[in-house]
C-alpha cells in the first residue's frame, strides 16, 4: 500500500495539467454535436490527448473505421517506443496482464517521470502513478460536458480552437528543437495543402489525405536522417 500511495502523489502534478486540457475536450465533443458522455468514455479507454482530439475530428468528418485505425496508430505508435523502453525499469516478476495494465496509463508525461526514477518501478507503484493521471484527466473531461452549457456562448465557441492548439503544442517545442522533426513538419504540411488545394486528390477522403502525408513525412525523415545502430532509441 505504500508503494501504491508513493505512487499517486508523483501523479498528482500530471493530474493537475491534465485537467484543464480534457476539461477543453469535453467541451469540444459536446460542442460539436456529438452525444454527451461520449468524450468522458472516450477519455476513461484512450488515453490519448492528441489522438483523441483526432479521432473525434475524423468522427466529424465521417471518415471510415479504417482511416481512423491507421491516423491514430500513427500518432499513437510513439508509445511502442516509450513503453520498450520503460520494460527495463519496471519489476521484472510483473505478470503480462499487470504489465498491459500499465503500459494502459503511459503518455508522455508519466512516461517522463516515470523513466527518471532511480528505484525499481513496482506493480503498486506504477498502479498508483497511473491511476491519478487517469482520474484527472476522465474528470476534466467529464467536467467539460458537464459544465458546457453553463460557459458563455463566446468561450464555447472558443473552445473549436482546442484541437489546432493541442497539436501547435506538440508541434512548436519539439520543431523549434529539432530541426529534423520541423523538416519532417514541413514536408507533412505542404503534402497536406497539396491534397486538400489539388482537385486530382480529392479522390482520397480527409483521413487518408492526413494518413498519407504523415507517411511522406515520415520516409521522409527517415531517408534524410537516418539512425546510426551505436545511436540509442
Not at 482511416?67 to 519496471?90: D, G
Not at 472558443?158 to 514536408?187: D, N, Q, R, T
Not at 502525408?213 to 527517415?222: D, F, K
Amino acid at each position: 500500500m505504500e508503494d501504491f500511495v508513493r505512487g499517486c502523489k508523483k501523479g498528482i502534478p500530471i493530474a493537475l495539467g491534465y485537467f484543464p486540457v480534457s476539461f477543453s475536450f469535453g467541451v469540444l465533443v459536446v460542442s460539436s454535436g456529438l452525444p454527451v458522455g461520449l468524450a468522458t468514455l472516450i477519455s476513461l479507454t484512450n488515453l490519448t490527448s492528441s489522438g483523441q482530439f483526432a479521432g473525434v475530428s475524423l468522427m466529424l468528418a465521417q471518415a471510415s473505421y479504417l482511416e481512423m485505425a491507421m491516423t491514430l496508430l500513427l500518432i499513437n505508435a510513439r508509445y511502442f517506443l516509450m513503453s520498450l523502453s520503460l520494460s527495463q525499469k519496471i519489476d521484472k516478476t510483473m505478470s503480462t496482464l499487470q504489465r498491459m495494465i500499465v503500459s494502459f496509463g503511459i503518455t508522455d508525461e508519466t512516461f517522463s517521470v516515470a523513466s527518471l526514477a532511480k528505484d525499481t518501478l513496482t506493480f503498486r507503484y506504477m498502479l498508483g502513478f497511473i491511476f491519478v493521471p487517469i482520474l484527472g484527466w476522465t474528470s476534466g473531461t467529464l467536467a467539460g460536458e458537464v459544465f458546457m452549457n453553463f460557459l458563455p456562448v463566446a468561450v464555447q465557441n472558443a473552445m473549436g480552437i482546442a484541437l489546432y492548439g493541442m497539436f501547435l503544442a506538440i508541434i512548436v517545442p519539439a520543431s523549434s528543437s529539432s530541426k529534423p522533426i520541423l523538416e519532417v513538419v514541413i514536408v507533412s504540411g505542404i503534402f497536406s495543402m497539396i491534397f486538400y488545394y489539388i482537385p486530382l486528390f480529392h479522390i482520397l477522403s480527409s483521413g487518408m489525405q492526413l494518413i498519407v502525408s504523415t507517411l511522406i513525412g515520415a520516409v521522409y525523415g527517415t531517408i534524410r536522417y537516418p539512425r546510426n545502430e551505436e545511436q540509442v532509441i
